[in-house]
C-alpha cells in the first residue's frame, strides 16, 4: 500500500477497552480528524474533538451546525476542551460541548469567538497566550505557537482570524484558521503534545518534551521532512498518529484514509528515525494506557 491507496490496514491498530485505559493513570481516546479525550484523575479534557463529521456535499455546499445527537452520543463526560486551531473540522463542536458540560475552553481568540457566538459564558474561557500555564484538574496546559500546514496548493485554507462572535450554522469558510497551537499538556502520570496540523516551529519548541506526540498526519508532505523533525524536537517515547482519517464518512462505518495521507508511509517515517519511537494507531474510539 502507498500514498495513492485509502484502504486502511486493520494490523496497524491497537487499543485497549476503556476499563483498561483508566486503569491506570493516564488514558487517552482517539475520536477521529485530530479529536482525543485525556482523562486522568477522573477529569475528561478534550483536544479538537469533531464528531459531527458533516459528509462533503454538506461542507461545500451548506451551512454547517454541530451535530448534537452525535456529539450527545460519543461525550459523556467533559471537564475542559483544548482546540488547537479554528478550522470547523478542530473546533465547531466545541462550543455545543462547552454549554452542555459547562466545561472550559482553551484556545486562540478566534477559537473563544466562535464560543461566544454560541453564548458561553466569559467566566469558561481561557485564551491560550504563549508562555502562560493553566491549570486544569491535574493537567498543566499551555499553547505553543506552531503553524499550519500548506497543504492547499501551498496555501493554509480559510486563512485569517475570526475577529468577532460567530455563530452556527455558518460555512466552512468562515471558520477561520486563526492562531495555530500544540497544545502541551502534562500531569503526574506523564506529557503529551498535540499536533493538529502538520507543520511546526522548531525555535517555540526549544525546552518542550513531551512522553507522548499526538500526530497529524495529512498535509505532511507540504513540511519538509516532518515527521523526523516532530521526533527531533520533542523527543517522544510514543507517537499516535491522528488526521488520517475521511473526517467527513461516519464513523460507525469502517474508516478510510483521506486520499494522499499514506499512514504506512507514516509508521515508516517514525520508525526509520534514530530513537525509534513506539507507535500506537488507535481505531476510532479507541482507548489506549499511556500510564
Ligand atoms: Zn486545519
Redesign the pocket.
Known amino acids: 500500500m502507498g500514498r495513492l491507496t485509502t484502504r486502511v490496514d486493520e494490523s496497524w491498530f491497537s487499543h485497549t477497552s476503556r476499563a483498561e485505559a483508566m486503569a491506570g493513570g493516564l488514558a487517552l481516546q482517539w475520536l477521529g480528524t485530530a479529536g482525543f479525550r485525556l482523562v486522568s484523575n477522573d477529569h475528561h479534557v478534550w483536544l479538537d474533538p469533531h464528531l459531527s463529521r458533516h459528509s462533503l456535499w454538506q461542507v461545500a455546499t451548506q451551512q454547517l451546525a454541530p451535530n448534537a445527537a452525535r456529539i450527545d452520543a460519543d461525550v459523556d463526560q467533559c471537564h475542559a476542551i483544548c482546540v488547537g486551531?479554528s478550522?470547523f473540522?478542530?473546533a465547531i463542536d466545541t462550543p455545543f460541548m462547552a454549554k452542555a458540560h459547562n466545561a472550559r475552553v482553551y484556545g486562540s481568540e478566534s477559537t473563544l469567538n466562535l464560543c461566544r457566538g454560541h453564548g458561553v459564558g466569559e467566566s469558561q474561557l481561557v485564551r491560550l497566550d504563549p508562555g502562560e500555564r493553566h491549570t486544569e484538574g491535574p493537567f498543566s496546559i499551555r499553547g505553543v505557537p506552531s503553524q499550519?500546514?500548506t497543504f492547499a496548493f501551498g496555501r493554509?485554507?480559510?486563512p485569517g482570524k475570526i475577529l468577532a462572535p460567530l455563530d452556527t450554522p455558518a460555512r466552512a469558510e468562515k471558520f477561520r484558521?486563526g492562531d495555530v497551537l500544540g497544545l502541551h499538556l502534562s500531569c503526574d502520570h506523564g506529557s503529551v503534545y498535540h499536533i493538529?496540523?502538520a507543520d511546526l516551529i522548531e525555535a517555540e519548541l526549544t525546552g518542550v518534551q513531551a512522553d507522548v506526540v499526538l500526530c497529524c498526519t495529512v498535509g505532511r508532505y507540504a513540511t519538509e521532512n516532518f515527521t523526523h523533525r516532530v521526533l527531533d524536537a520533542l523527543k517522544p517515547k510514543l507517537v499516535i498518529p491522528c488526521h488520517w482519517d475521511q473526517f467527513w464518512r461516519s464513523m460507525d462505518k469502517s474508516p478510510r484514509q483521506i486520499p494522499g495521507n499514506d499512514l504506512g508511509g507514516f509508521l515508516a517515517e517514525v520508525q526509520s528515525h534514530p530513537s525509534r519511537p513506539e507507535v500506537r494507531v488507535l481505531p476510532q474510539r479507541g482507548w489506549t494506557r499511556l500510564a
Open positions: 486551531h478550522h473540522d478542530h499550519h500546514s493554509v485554507p480559510a484558521v493538529g496540523s
